[in-house]
């Protein structure tokens, strides 16, 4: 025990191992789970094996067109350096993840002198950013680059720097890593900025004419990608601008909680789970940074507060918007759990308290640690790992190619874990709108391909899609035993006699 007690007893070098450790345990022993998993992995191993990294696909057939693409590249690089494998594919994520924390440590630095190595370990080891840090979606990424500009933005300000406006084009440069990563909401921290530049004017400090420069270098770096493909896909645009921003904010189609109480029924609990095990230490900051907001109406007492008031504005102003809309999910959050850990270690400092005890505080990230490794070992249909086994053991001496799910959710998560394309398939011939299409193609049309293939349908359908077959000259052939009540099977021609091989 010796070692660990010597390590924590520097701070600095205590928050850093214990964030390497929860970034990096156990980082590949959960396997990918569907649907968003499988989703972003897939589309980077499309652009991988197509060599198209331009042009967002879930199928060789089929457009994907819901994210930018940054997320997909990451994933892709990973990959390409370290090889097929679930490790790897999250490990985007867990670095983000550790760039957050030196961030949070970062902007601790300016905003509140003496409390970096308290507001890393906070941010590293509360629950949502653990948790998120081995999930691979878009969040992580967009948390680090919009810490990355809201950090520049601090630095511009309440820094030393004589040169503040270099600092003004840093945080332009992370505004546009993080548009490539998840579009307009990534500029949702700049109101912050704004708000703090309008109430709290520093005169002399920012070079003002940084703005306009900040704004060509946001344009250079973020825009090429969407102007490139909205040439490419005539009506991209539109369907861009309306589907995948307007209806997010304004529309219920989504189904993700629209109702006017959605956002308590969704950011409250994330707040107050997603916190442990600060929450308490938040709520009471929270609590004293609204008292301390009432003394901000006059103009002087706005200056004097300007670092609380900018963490004040980096909190409400995003989160305010994220209630206003009408899709809301929890790692929406994930982004302002960086102000958040800043403003938990400004409460402890108030309150005389410094960094925790390290024993509670070990048995917390065993705890943690102990978590992921539960959900390594979750029986849960959405596990792709174990699909890939059941189709394996089923079809052992057939090279697959493709998997097709009939009228049922594609197990994305196979194409890395079997190596094989996915591909989902509707019953009847359905329209396939360019940037929004459910099914990739029909069953009567995919009868007449000749992949090496393995077709997935629930039981239930299992009657029909045999006669429909049979109508077309072929006939469907079971691989043992229904898993997870899916029928896994090949398509033969009628006067062929079945055996599992290489059709």
């Not at 490539?180 to 109101?191: D, N, S, T």
Request: glycine share 6%; proline share 8%.
């Amino acid at each position: 025990m010796r070692a660990p007690l010597h390590i924590l007893r520097s701070p600095a070098a205590g928050a850093t191992a214990v964030a390497l450790l929860l970034a990096f345990a156990f980082l590949g022993s959960r396997a990918i789970w569907d649907p968003d998993e499988g989703r972003y992995t897939n589309v980077a191993l499309q652009m991988l094996e197509s060599g198209n990294y331009l042009d967002l696909a879930r199928h060789h057939e089929t457009g994907h067109w819901t994210k930018p693409p940054a997320t997909y590249w990451a994933i892709a690089a990973s990959i390409a350096t370290f090889g097929r494998s679930a490790a790897a594919a999250r490990l985007p994520a867990a670095l983000a993840y550790l760039a957050s924390v030196a961030l949070v440590a970062w902007a601790a630095r300016r905003l509140q002198p003496g409390s970096e190595a308290l507001a890393a370990l906070v941010f590293a080891t509360m629950l949502l950013p653990f948790a998120a840090a081995n999930l691979i979606t878009t969040d992580f990424l967009l948390a680090a680059f919009q810490g990355l500009a809201m950090v520049a933005w601090v630095e511009s300000r309440f820094g030393a720097s004589r040169a503040p406006g270099r600092w003004l084009l840093l945080m332009w440069a992370g505004f546009a890593l993080a548009f490539l990563v998840k579009g307009p909401p990534a500029l949702l921290p700049l109101l912050a900025v704004l708000a703090v530049e309008w109430l709290a004017p520093a005169p002399g400090r920012v070079q003002r004419r940084c703005w306009p420069i900040g704004l060509l270098l946001f344009a250079v770096l973020a825009l090429p990608w969407f102007v490139a493909v909205v040439l490419r896909h005539a009506g991209l645009l539109a369907y861009y601008l309306g589907t995948e921003i307007a209806e997010r904010v304004a529309g219920a189609e989504l189904d993700r909680h629209p109702e006017w109480y959605g956002w308590l029924l969704v950011y409250a609990p994330t707040l107050a789970v997603g916190a442990l095990p600060w929450t308490a230490t938040l709520w009471r900051a929270v609590g004293r940074l609204v008292a301390r907001a009432r003394s901000w109406r006059d103009p002087e007492a706005r200056r004097a507060d300007a670092p609380l008031l900018a963490l004040a504005a980096w909190i409400a102003l995003p989160l305010i918007v994220f209630c206003i809309a009408r899709s809301r999910l929890p790692l929406y959050l994930l982004p302002l759990f960086v102000p958040l850990s800043l403003l938990v270690a400004r409460e402890r400092r108030e309150r005389g308290r410094g960094l925790p005890r390290w024993r509670p505080l070990a048995l917390w990230v065993v705890l943690l640690l102990s978590l992921r490794l539960a959900a390594a070992h979750w029986p849960t249909h959405k596990d792709a790992r174990r699909w890939a086994a059941a189709i394996r053991e089923r079809a052992p001496a057939m090279a697959i190619e493709e998997v097709v799910f009939v009228e049922d959710m594609a197990r994305y998560g196979l194409h890395l874990h079997l190596g094989a394309a996915v591909e989902r398939i509707s019953l009847d011939p359905r329209p396939k709108p360019p940037f929004a299409a459910t099914w990739d193609d029909d069953f009567a049309s995919e009868l007449a391909e000749r992949e090496r293939r393995v077709w997935i349908a629930k039981g239930w359908l299992w009657p029909e899609i045999s006669r429909r077959a049979g109508a077309v000259g072929c006939r469907l052939e079971p691989l043992g035993e229904p898993y997870e009540g899916r029928v896994i099977f090949l398509v033969r021609p009628a006067a062929q006699e079945g055996r599992i091989s290489s059709p």
